[in-house]
Structure formats: C-alpha cells, structure tokens
C-alpha cells in the first residue's frame, strides 16, 4: 500500500510521490543490489562522463538507493554529495550503505527537487542516472535544479532511449500482456521514456537555462538474472501489476509467456536484454529564471 505524503511535493508529482513512497519504492529498496547489477554497464561509463572532481558538490537527483551518490562523495573527496529522492525506503538504505562503506561526505533528503528551495548556485554538478524522467513539469524541475547550479556549472544524466530501441522492457511488457495490446503511453508523460526524444530533451534543458547540450547514445545489456527463474522472481516484482485485470487463463499464458522469453535470454551468464539510453550533458547558462545572473 502508499504511505501518506510527507514532503511538499507539486501537485504535478503526487501520483509519482505516491508509488515511490508505497510499495514500488519498498520494493526497489530491497532489491537494490539486483537493480545496480542490472544497470552496472552504464554505471561507470556514467560516472565518467560527469567527472567529479576532488573539491566538487555534488546534486544527485532521483538517487534512489544512492549508488550514484555514494560513489559522487568518494570522487568529491574534499567537497559533499546530497542525494534527493521522493522514496523514503530508497533512502533509508542509501543511508545505511552509506554508512557501512563508511562514506561520510555524502547525505540524502526526500525532496520533490521540481520544487524543493536548494541553496542557490551551491552545487558544482548536478547528476542523474534514470532519475529525472518523471517530473510532472520538467521545465520547472530542471530550472530549479539550474538555480542550485552554480553559472557554468554541469547537468549530466542518463536517460532511456525510445520503447522501441529498449527490448528489455518492449520483450517482457509484450511477455506480460498475453495478447492484450499495449498502449503507448502519451508523449512526454511522466515515466521511463518522457526523455526519450533528442528534440524534446533540448526544448526542454534549454527552457530551463542550460547551453551546449550533447546527447551521446550507448547500447549495453541489461542483466535481470542469474538465471531465468531469479529473473522471474525481479520482473514480477517489477512487473506483477500486469496480472491483476487478467482471468486465469490469461494470467497462465502471461507467465508462460515471461518464462518463456527469459529462458530464450539465459546466456549461461545470466538473463540479458539489450538497452539502449542517451546519456546528456549541458552546462547552466548565465541567465536562469529567479536563478540569478
């Protein structure tokens, strides 16, 4: 079940506070481990691009269980890394790994960053990895996360391409569906692909007051399993609502259906899918609006 809101958080971001504060953000957090693991090809390659250096402050946006925040604070080793997210399960462990690898520059809020007064021009670099995809107004988020840029500081995140191009989830929601067509969700509409569109990401970085905005693909494997049967364990968790509006018959074909398309992708070294993401880096312009010259 959903908790009760208990941050401010703008209206356009309450069905979202809802699910990562409920049962899809406990469900994250306990998985946190298998979900790094899934992603772990982007990870460095990610944390490469953003660059952090020595004396930097850092802003992880959507940190979720804070692997990126963590890793932020080791490489800003004389400077700090925040981690905000709307998930206080996420957070909880973003903490206690924290704490536990004895990472002590580093600290995590729930926050709405569309709308959350961060000290102005404090932050360096701001990052995310798959974080800032569900804002209910992404030119607001993105201005208020310029206005706690510094001029000329660095936004670097890492964004899913298309449905199309991303056959992890276009094989297992087919997988899931038993027959049932799938409707496309409504262009730009919060969720996993709301960032998918160069175009749009440029409308939308540059309304905000970024400049020099690059878009770099990369196509990696994701991992969902040791084997097909634990990956059928994660994608029900992941995906389980699926089944609710199913008969029986439907839900017997549905998870056929899954066990199916995950033995076809047992590699022996694991269940892999092919993924496909940008990873976007732009710099804070000198004119933001309430952000300052």
Same mark, same amino acid.
């Given at each position: 079940?959903?908790?009760?809101?208990?941050?401010?958080?703008?209206?356009?971001?309450?069905?979202?506070?809802?699910?990562?504060?409920?049962?899809?953000?406990?469900?994250?957090?306990?998985?946190?481990?298998?979900?790094?693991?899934?992603?772990?090809?982007?990870?460095?390659?990610?944390?490469?691009?953003?660059?952090?250096?020595?004396?930097?402050?850092?802003?992880?946006?959507?940190?979720?269980?804070?692997?990126?925040?963590?890793?932020?604070?080791?490489?800003?080793?004389?400077?700090?890394?925040?981690?905000?997210?709307? !998930?206080? #399960? %996420?957070?909880?462990?973003?903490?206690? +790994? /924290?704490?536990?690898?004895?990472? *002590?520059?580093? @600290?995590?809020?729930?926050?709405?960053?569309?709308?959350?007064?961060?000290?102005?021009?404090?932050?360096?670099?701001?990052?995310?990895? !798959?974080? #800032? %995809?569900?804002?209910?107004?992404?030119? +607001? /988020?993105?201005?208020?996360?310029? *206005?706690?840029? @510094?001029?000329?500081?660095?936004?670097?995140?890492?964004?899913?391409?298309?449905?199309?191009?991303?056959?992890?989830?276009?094989?297992?929601?087919? #997988? %899931?569906?038993?027959?049932?067509?799938?409707? /496309?969700?409504?262009?730009?509409?919060?969720?996993?692909?709301?960032?998918?569109?160069?175009?749009?990401?440029?409308?939308?970085?540059?309304?905000?007051?970024?400049?020099?905005?690059?878009?770099?693909?990369?196509?990696?494997?994701?991992?969902?399993?040791?084997?097909?049967?634990?990956?059928?364990?994660?994608v029900l968790g992941l995906l389980g609502w699926m089944l609710e509006d199913l008969d029986d018959d439907g839900k017997?074909?549905?998870?056929?259906?899954?066990?199916?398309?995950?033995?076809?992708?047992?590699?022996?070294?694991?269940?892999?899918?092919?993924?496909a993401a940008w990873t976007i880096q732009a710099t804070r312009g000198k004119h933001v609006r309430g952000g300052g010259?």
């Amino acid at each position: 079940m959903n908790e009760p809101i208990a941050i401010k958080v703008d209206p356009a971001n309450t069905d979202q506070a809802k699910a990562w504060g409920g049962n899809e953000g406990a469900y994250w957090a306990v998985n946190a481990e298998h979900i790094d693991r899934a992603v772990e090809r982007y990870h460095g390659p990610f944390m490469a691009v953003a660059g952090i250096s020595a004396h930097d402050h850092v802003l992880d946006i959507g940190c979720g269980t804070g692997q990126t925040t963590r890793d932020a604070a080791r490489a800003a080793s004389s400077g700090s890394a925040l981690g905000v997210d709307l !998930s206080p #399960a %996420m957070l909880d462990y973003a903490r206690q +790994a /924290a704490a536990r690898e004895g990472v *002590r520059n580093v @600290r995590f809020e729930q926050a709405d960053a569309q709308i959350h007064p961060f000290t102005a021009e404090a932050y360096d670099v701001a990052i995310s990895r !798959s974080g #800032a %995809m569900f804002f209910g107004d992404p030119v +607001a /988020a993105f201005t208020n996360i310029a *206005r706690a840029l @510094r001029p000329g500081g660095r936004l670097v995140l890492s964004t899913w391409q298309g449905f199309g191009d991303n056959e992890w989830l276009r094989e297992l929601m087919t #997988a %899931m569906a038993a027959g049932r067509d799938l409707p /496309a969700p409504p262009p730009g509409a919060p969720g996993p692909f709301s960032l998918a569109d160069p175009d749009r990401i440029r409308a939308i970085l540059g309304a905000a007051g970024f400049v020099d905005i690059q878009l770099e693909p990369h196509r990696e494997p994701m991992w969902f399993g040791k084997d097909a049967d634990d990956a059928q364990r994660f994608v029900l968790g992941l995906l389980g609502w699926m089944l609710e509006d199913l008969d029986d018959d439907g839900k017997r074909r549905a998870l056929d259906n899954l066990a199916a398309t995950l033995t076809a992708h047992d590699t022996g070294d694991g269940v892999l899918y092919g993924s496909a993401a940008w990873t976007i880096q732009a710099t804070r312009g000198k004119h933001v609006r309430g952000g300052g010259s």
